[in-house]
């Protein structure tokens, strides 16, 4: 059954060759073969994470100093991992901030390599004549505050030596936005031509726009939301648990130890993964089919779509960090605009320069209707007062895979007048 099903696969229109460093997100579910499990046979390390002395790649690194969070914690001094696409100009008005989304980082777009574990993830997007047309803009895309390549995050060392582990701040939405300012004056860049972010991403990008809206001329808020809902964090709830309850976890204090919580890690990705794609996708890419010839039904075989979350969630454990991982998710679970603000229509009501949003059908990790109330409340959406919509049967995920489409509708948003 397995030869059968990915002979079809391989016939599909958006079918692609796979191997085990390509980003997931960026590509159609497809069946993992028993040779491409084999390339990840062995123990993953204790942390994913890119870690001082490994190779830079094509990081570069702004030193922002000392920080304090809203929540009154105290981080002596923080550096921003970010890579460049493209070339500033004169008066850096050409530049376009990007926000990465949850599992993501500043390697946009390029091959996989020394210092990258995996190829950009939105390669598609960011490049030469594409929506992100880098012959024209520079595209400046930051590892956000807690992630785990380059960046401060819970992996990075703390003033005494050690890991920062369980130690590390609890961060929100707000906190990892204003940080990145310190990188546009390090750039010198006072004003963005665009601030775009897709999902997690595209709640940065939101309070950019709200926190500094002086330094942003256009606004592109994909697959993402105003208010994290109570389902999103009952969701992240479950997949934060699954990395706590690993008992190589170790309270968040693992990464001296002989094994990390990589078997936690991977349970909460394959958690995720599942809301990423849609229904459809699955069903029509996986069915029923067995991943051997061994049966699933009481003879210990397994079904292909199985062995597909296995094999993804093993392989995310070896390019990220489980306290990372919760670190993120936590700042996810912070995101509301009205905090502290006014209600939804006064907060929203605020954004009357350019502002795509956008939403995809079959999304049911960021379901459309919350696109739907960004819409209805910024007056400056292109579209109206609802949002351009992305049919795809990729979920969540077809932001990062309907490539052509997603760049087509920032190249409107970049060729949209501002006053």
Not at 155 to 181: A, K, N
Not at 262 to 273: C, D, I
Not at 307 to 315: A, C, I, R
Request: proline content about 6%; glycine content about 12%.
């Amino acid at each position: 059954m397995a030869e059968v099903f990915l002979g079809h696969l391989q016939l599909g229109k958006n079918s692609h060759t796979m191997d085990w460093q390509s980003p997931a997100e960026s590509l159609p579910s497809a069946f993992v073969s028993e040779a491409l499990q084999a390339t990840l046979r062995g123990t993953p390390p204790v942390s994913g994470a890119w870690r001082d002395g490994d190779h830079l790649g094509d990081r570069k690194f702004c030193q922002v100093g000392p920080f304090t969070t809203e929540h009154g914690d105290h981080i002596p001094h923080v550096r921003i991992a970010y890579e460049t696409f493209g070339e500033l100009n004169a008066d850096a008005s050409n530049a376009i901030l990007v926000f990465h989304a949850l599992t993501g980082d500043s390697h946009a777009t390029g091959h996989a390599g020394p210092g990258h574990p995996t190829a950009g993830w939105w390669t598609g997007v960011v490049g030469p004549g594409l929506g992100l047309d880098t012959t024209q803009w520079c595209v400046v895309v930051p590892n956000i505050l807690g992630g785990c390549q380059g960046t401060t995050g819970p992996s990075s060392f703390h003033p005494d030596g050690r890991e920062w582990g369980s130690r590390f701040p609890y961060l929100t939405i707000r906190d990892q936005t204003r940080v990145v300012e310190s990188l546009a004056d390090h750039l010198g860049v006072s004003t963005f031509a665009a601030v775009v972010g897709g999902s997690m991403g595209g709640m940065h990008a939101l309070e950019w726009a709200l926190l500094f809206p002086k330094r942003v001329s256009r606004l592109g808020l994909i697959a993402t939301s105003a208010v994290t809902s109570a389902d999103q964090i009952g969701g992240n709830s479950i997949q934060i648990e699954a990395i706590t309850v690993d008992p190589f976890f170790s309270g968040g204090d693992y990464y001296d130890h002989d094994e990390g919580p990589y078997r936690g890690l991977a349970l909460a990705r394959r958690m995720a993964l599942v809301n990423y794609r849609s229904p459809t996708e699955l069903n029509e890419r996986f069915d029923r089919t067995w991943q051997s010839k061994v049966s699933p039904l009481g003879d210990n075989g397994r079904f292909a779509v199985e062995s597909y979350l296995d094999f993804h969630g093993n392989k995310f454990t070896r390019r990220f960090d489980a306290n990372s991982y919760m670190s993120l998710v936590g700042a996810m679970n912070s995101h509301d605009v009205t905090r502290d603000r006014a209600g939804i229509a006064s907060v929203l009501g605020a954004l009357t320069l350019p502002s795509l949003v956008l939403g995809v059908d079959s999304d049911r990790c960021f379901p459309l209707s919350q696109q739907e109330e960004l819409a209805r409340h910024i007056p400056g959406c292109l579209s109206g007062d609802v949002p351009e919509l992305l049919e795809t049967p990729y979920g969540h995920d077809g932001f990062l895979i309907e490539s052509e489409r997603v760049g087509a509708s920032l190249e409107n948003l970049l060729a949209t007048p501002t006053s």
